[in-house]
């Protein structure tokens, strides 16, 4: 008991010498709470790309969505405001954005990949994923072999398209979420593919989930390489709204359900 008091005490000694510090940084660079440097004082920046409902999309406005709800709980921890920058996932996902200094953290439905860990690090998962097929309805498109000579809307740089492209499909990239569902409405395609959870919102009486492809993914929050202390800070926030039952209000109230596990 002695022995963690003092390690305690100690702790809180090198924290209070490590912000004395910090915050006296020469290089222009920002402190934040707990010797966490931004971009901007007291602002958290966020790159994301929406339309991705449920987890980036505008609504009155604003950017709203699981990830950004969850991003908010960081922003909320480090006591700093939450700014989300609407960009493309091409320079999310390439670690581009962070290295040109354009957010603190990329919060975009990012599948961790080795590919991806080589350009960024990323948080603790966050989020389980697999991929999915949006199709007309009654198109009878349900699987890899009904694609066979059908051309297939991606969206660029994503899991989703390196997946279609090593099933041997016949792909056309499009920008954005938005942009492929209306190529498919439009019959530009003849189905879709993206990650199956952000296909929901989008099925009506016109469109419909032919299949899901089970994957095995898993989302991410990306950091610059190195950043290991706001990293800290987010697996930190990671931990503690999945112990206090805030990430499963913020799941159901995105998801609609409540988290299996
Ligand atoms: N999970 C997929 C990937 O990492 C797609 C993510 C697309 N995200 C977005 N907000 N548009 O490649």
């Given amino acids: 008991m002695a022995r963690l008091t003092r390690a305690l ?16 940084a020469s290089d222009g660079a920002a402190t934040g709470e707990g010797g966490v440097e931004l971009l901007t004082p007291g602002t958290l920046t966020v790159c994301t790309n929406p339309p ?49 200094g354009n957010c603190d953290l990329v919060a975009s439905g990012i599948t961790i990949t080795d590919v991806r860990e080589e350009k960024m690090d990323f948080s603790d998962p966050y989020f389980d994923a697999d991929q999915g097929l949006l199709v007309p309805a009654g198109s009878g498109l349900n699987s890899v072999e009904s694609l066979d000579g059908k051309t297939v809307g991606v969206q660029a740089a994503t899991t989703g398209e390196e997946w279609a492209t090593e099933q041997g499909l016949k792909t056309v990239q499009f920008e954005d979420l938005g942009l492929q569902v209306e190529a498919l409405r439009g019959g530009t395609v003849d189905a879709i593919i993206n990650d199956i959870a952000v296909l929901g919102p989008f099925v009506d009486d016109s469109l419909e989930v032919g299949a899901t492809f089970p994957t095995g993914e898993q989302y991410g929050f990306g950091v610059k390489t190195g950043n290991t202390a706001l990293l800290d800070a987010v697996n930190a926030t990671l931990e503690r709204i999945k112990s206090d039952g805030t990430y499963d209000d913020i799941y159901t109230t995105y998801i609609g359900t409540a988290p299996s596990n």
């Fill in 9 to 24: 005490s100690l702790a809180a000694v090198a924290a209070l010498a490590l912000t004395a510090c910090s915050s006296t």
């Fill in 52 to 100: 991705y409902e449920p987890f980036e999309y505008e609504e009155n406005g604003a950017i709203v969505g699981l990830d950004i709800a969850i991003v908010q709980e960081v922003a909320d921890d480090l006591g700093v405001e939450l700014k989300t920058i609407v960009t493309p996932f091409e320079g999310i996902q390439s670690g581009a954005d962070l290295d040109a």
